[in-house]
Antibody, heavy 125, light 107 residues
Framework: EVLLVESGGGLVQPGRSLRLSCTGSGFTFGDHAMSWFRQAPGKGLEWVGFIRSKVYGETTENAASMKGRVTISRDDSKSTAFLQMISLKTEDTAVYYC????????????????WGQGTLVTVSS | DIQMTQSPSSLSASVGDRVSITCRASQSISSYLNWYQQKPGKAPNLLIYAASILQSGVPSRFSGRGSGTDFTLTISSLQPEDFATYYCQQSYSSPLTFGGGTTVGIK
């Protein structure tokens, strides 16, 4: 079974940093681009960013809403992707999901399946 | 950025009803359009990709059509497990963007 499990969420004060992890199993992790999404309470889905596979240079793209505050990385030896967030704001409060791109490049036509169960990040003083 | 607009934002329907949800892109995205289903407290689930291709394991009562800027998700005969929120998402260009969602509720 293909599975993704996020971890690292929790309560964090504004201005602090947090690193989320996403560990995959049941597939060859390194063959796939990995993406992060988020969903604020009661709101819709928002793309955060993705990291391509090693074949595509592990290049990343991020949403403008978090540009400069987000770094996405991966460790294929651990089948894990990471989302490092700095200078967190109250509006970053959301459930953060990782999802597997069915391809390696997260290019045109990318589709995401499966998604992890999500990890809640609450930014509050 | 490509804006995705879904309509309606919510609807009420009965089991057995035919339901259609519309998604419109602010510019042509060819057929690079995905549909996801999300149930409360759960992660999204890919239903349809490339506008009309059913993801493996998804019941055939779900179908998608469209290209360019206008797309439709149809559920031919609504089942109890289909009451959920549905999102369209364009994968034509970065940033990836979603429609605002359509919540299908019980009439």
């Amino acid at each position: 079974e293909v599975l993704l499990v996020e971890s690292g969420g929790g309560l964090v004060q504004p201005g602090r940093s947090l690193r989320l992890s996403c560990t995959g199993s049941g597939f060859t992790f390194g063959d796939h681009a990995m993406s992060w999404f988020r969903q604020a309470p009661g709101k819709g889905l928002e793309w955060v960013g993705f990291i391509r596979s090693k074949v595509y240079g592990e290049t990343t793209e991020n949403a403008a809403s978090m540009k400069g505050r987000v770094t996405i990385s991966r460790d294929d030896s651990k089948s894990t992707a990471f989302l490092q967030m700095i200078s967190l704001k109250t509006e970053d409060t959301a459930v953060y999901y990782c999802a597997r791109d069915t391809g390696a490049a997260a290019g045109r036509g990318a589709r995401f399946d499966p998604w992890g169960q999500g990890t809640l990040v609450t930014v509050s003083s | 950025d490509i804006q995705m607009t879904q309509s309606p934002s919510s609807l009420s329907a009965s089991v057995g009803d035919r339901v259609s949800i519309t998604c419109r892109a602010s510019q042509s995205i060819s057929s690079y359009l995905n549909w996801y289903q999300q149930k409360p407290g759960k992660a999204p689930n890919l239903l349809i990709y490339a506008a009309s291709i059913l993801q493996s394991g998804v019941p055939s009562r779900f179908s998608g059509r469209g290209s360019g800027t206008d797309f439709t998700l149809t559920i031919s005969s609504l089942q109890p497990e289909d009451f959920a929120t549905y999102y369209c998402q364009q994968s034509y260009s970065s940033p990836l963007t979603f429609g605002g969602g359509t919540t299908v509720g019980i009439k």
